[in-house]
Each structure stands twice: as C-alpha cells, then as structure tokens.
C-alpha cells in the first residue's frame, strides 16, 4: 500500500484516479482553471499538471532530430521545442492553479523533468510527484525526489524489465518504499491491442509494489481492463473538449470524468474476492435447480420408471445424479402427481 496524503491506495481500497491536465490548457491559465473546478466536482481523487519549460526537455534546434518525423503521430512534423513551448504551463500559473485547487477541495500535484523545479513545487506542498516514463532513466532527478521522502509515481511505458529492475535496486538501496510504477503505452493515442495489460500482475508480482496504469487511449476500456488486471490506481488525460491542448485527441472530456470515476468503481466491485458456489444472494435461487419429481400419481408398490419420474425443476427432491439408481425400485406409498421424489417414498431405502 502506498499513501498519497491521507489516500491509500491498494487493491484492498476502492480504485483512484488521478486526471492529467498535461498541455490541455491550450495555452490559456484560465482553460486550466476550468478544468480544475470541472474536476473537483466529478469525484477524481487527484489533479495532476506537468512542470516544464521547453528548453529544460529539449534544445531550440531545427535538425531533423527535434522534428517529430512518425506519420502516425498526431504531432507529425511538429518541432519539439515548439511543441513544449505550446504545451507547457508556466510557472507563474502553478500558484493560482494549486490555490483554485485547494479551494475546491481537490489534491494537486505535479509530473517533474528537471532537478531545478523541485524547490519550486515544494513551495506548493505537493503531496507527491510523478516521474513520465520519458524521464524514467533520470536516475538524478529521482535520487533527488527520494531525499523529499514523499511518494513517487513512475510510468514505465519505455522501460525494460532490467531498467525497472535498476530502479527498484535505487529504491532499495535508498530504503525508500514510497514508490509506485504505472503501466502504460507511450504511443499517442495508444491501441487497445498495445495495452498487454496482464503486464500488470506479473509487475506486481515480480516488483511488490502498487501498481496503475496511464491510459492514453480513448475511451474507458483501458482503465476499466486495468482494474480487473490489477491497477490500484488509473491516470487519465482529460480535456475541455477534443479540440483545445496538444493531448486533446486521447484525453477524455472532464464532464466525463464521473461517468469514468463510476465506472471504475463499479469494476472494482465486480472483482470481489474468490469464491466457489453460491453468494448470499444467489442461495435464494438454489431453489430453481433441477431435481426427481413425480410426472404422474405413482400407487403404492409400483415401480420409478422413466413414465412415472422426470429431472426437473425446482429443487425440492432428490438430486438428478440419484435417477439412475432409484429407476425401478418400488415405491413403499402413494405419490401424488408432481410431488418431489424423496428416499422415504422408496422401499428398502438405507437413505
């Protein structure tokens, strides 16, 4: 179980969802006050933003390598320096977003890329910091969050299972325990079929550790198939609409946000626990089972045959695997027409 203030998150809670903000502000702080005040009232657990400047995750460069050159990328032929420039929110904005936070009564906390916004994030009292999987190698940056003591969240989309093993090593080696890996796909957006969300399992298993999953699909399927995998936790991209911010096209629309947040909870539900054999709730239909009744009025001394005694339902005789072995024995009374078949009814019965 890991704690994000007074949240704790595990399989033996109900799941949490934390709504990325990311670059969807299209640029304005007042988009991204909306959302705030959109999200507070949908029942997410956390708001999420994402502290960057373009110049601390790329170089102002027109070479090819800092154009975006995937013809499948919604960012196709964008420069990457243009791209965060657009994307990302200034600091200046960090202090009404956390104060329109706190006042709607919401958690905020922040996705970090470099070492120098740590001081500035803690101004804010974060109550954790999420590590992109991009970022997930920047093995200083992460040494640094571990002095904070507070808990950190890490994608895991680009790694390996040897550079996630390196990072568990750090953690161990620190005696830090407040981590958290996620799951995801980083393509934008990301295919159902990319998701291979059984990974989940197998990570818990291997890593012991909570695990969620970052969903840059569209739609709630991702999130709900990571629930029943084993995601105690789920971050979401939202947006105002499909058409403001550079992640619009796999976010979900924050007035949808409480129809996802019902929907994980109601597949959190259905997980319940192993068990074999009715529930509680299910005894009552036991009744509606198949038993040995009688088909017709049976006189006393004469013999079970297949005219006389059918397997149907309800419940109230004996059980269907016993017709083989009362067929032809004599009954020892009358039996009226659908009467249910007992042991009494038959002569010599040891039953």
């Not at 009292?125 to 992109?132: D, G, L, W």
Request: proline content about 3%; overall charge positive.
């Amino acid at each position: 179980m890991i704690n994000i203030g007074k949240k704790k998150i595990s399989l033996n809670h109900k799941p949490v969802l934390i709504s990325e903000i990311s670059g969807n502000h299209g640029g304005k702080l007042s988009n991204a006050i909306k959302l705030i005040k959109i999200l507070a009232k949908s029942g997410t657990d956390f708001i999420k933003i994402q502290t960057y400047s373009p110049d601390s995750l790329t170089l102002d460069s027109h070479k090819k390598d800092f154009i975006i050159k995937d013809k499948k990328s919604i960012w196709k032929r964008r420069r990457l320096y243009d791209l965060y420039s657009e994307g990302q929110t200034y600091r200046e904005w960090h202090y009404k977003i956390f104060d329109t936070a706190k006042k709607n009564k919401v958690k905020c906390f922040s996705s970090i890329f470099d070492e120098k916004d740590i001081d500035f994030l803690e101004k804010f009292n974060v109550p954790a910091y999420k590590i992109a999987s991009f970022e997930s190698n920047h093995l200083p940056l992460i040494e640094k969050l571990i002095k904070l003591k507070k808990p950190i969240l890490i994608s895991t989309g680009l790694n390996t299972k040897k550079e996630i093993e390196e990072l568990i090593e750090l953690f161990k080696k620190k005696n830090f325990k407040k981590f958290a890996l996620l799951k995801c796909s980083s393509s934008y957006p990301a295919d159902l079929k990319n998701l291979n969300l059984s990974t989940i399992s197998d990570m818990r298993k291997n890593f012991k550790c909570e695990v969620g999953f970052s969903d840059h699909t569209v739609g709630h399927s991702g999130p709900i198939a990571a629930i029943h995998n084993g995601a105690s936790f789920i971050e979401k991209h939202v947006c105002i609409n499909r058409k403001i911010g550079i992640d619009s096209k796999f976010s979900l629309e924050a007035s949808k946000v409480k129809d996802l947040k019902n929907d994980l909870l109601k597949a959190h539900q259905t997980k319940g626990k192993i068990i074999y054999g009715p529930t509680h709730d299910e005894k009552l239909s036991l009744k509606f089972r198949r038993s040995i009744y009688s088909s017709k009025f049976i006189k006393k001394g004469e013999y079970l045959s297949n005219k006389n005694i059918k397997i149907i339902r309800p419940s109230y005789g004996l059980e269907p695997k016993y017709f083989p072995s009362i067929l032809g024995k004599k009954v020892n009374k009358n039996i009226k027409f659908a009467s249910p078949i007992q042991w009494c009814h038959i002569k010599n019965s040891k039953k």
